[in-house]
């Protein structure tokens, strides 16, 4: 999403909130411009990484259960989690993330359309853009999010997986064994040779 948007808040680095300045006549977060947004630098991540234990927070430690080392708090036991699971840095900008092989960036920036800035015949509206700027995962190939007049959004269509770090190459299947000869059907409920009768009469 766009940069400058959310802030993090300062009594939880974990959650964010909206940008909106305290001292002004507009109560709304401000909204980057189209040419703004053609700048990689200007796209941030917003929502949560997922942990190692697959979650977005850690559980709360239960003090019946946890066992606390002398001199030890519960605290100190809950810092240690978060050290071996860490969170990721909210709103982080997407400039930071790591490429993928073959030396490609994380992400792709492109603009589409109309690149040009219309004025408005009232001069109290603001100018007006009509292009719009994708940026594309290399990371998560079909991952990609949108600006367009002050609207964004994302989209992913994908299998789920990475991009290719290794080269896998799958064994093929084994054969499949032939079905076994079926034995010849019998009537039922008794057979009806003279034999089979007779022994049955015995």
Partial sequence: ?????????????????????????NP???????????????WVHFGQNI?????????????????????????DVMKRVVAADPFEKRLK?????????????A?????????????PANPEHSSMQYGVVVVKSTVWPGAMSFFWRGQWGDI?????????EITYFPISPPMILEDPDEKPVQPEPNPNDEVHRNNMRL
């Fill in 1 to 25: 999403m766009p940069a400058g948007v959310y802030r993090l808040k300062e009594d939880d680095p974990t959650e964010v909130e909206e940008n909106i300045p305290e001292d002004g006549e």
């Fill in 28 to 42: 709304t977060a401000p909204i980057p411009t189209t040419e703004q947004m053609k700048k990689l630098s200007n």
């Fill in 107 to 119: 992400w792709i920036l492109r603009s589409y359309g109309d690149s040009a800035t219309y004025r």
């Fill in 93 to 105: 900008p997407v400039v930071q993330d790591k490429g993928c092989k073959g030396n490609y960036p």
């Fill in 156 to 164: 992913y269509v994908g299998d789920a997986q990475k991009h290719e």
């Fill in 51 to 75: 942990l190692k234990c697959n979650r977005l927070k850690h559980m709360d430690l239960n003090p019946e259960t946890v066992e606390l080392k002398e001199g030890e708090e519960l605290e």
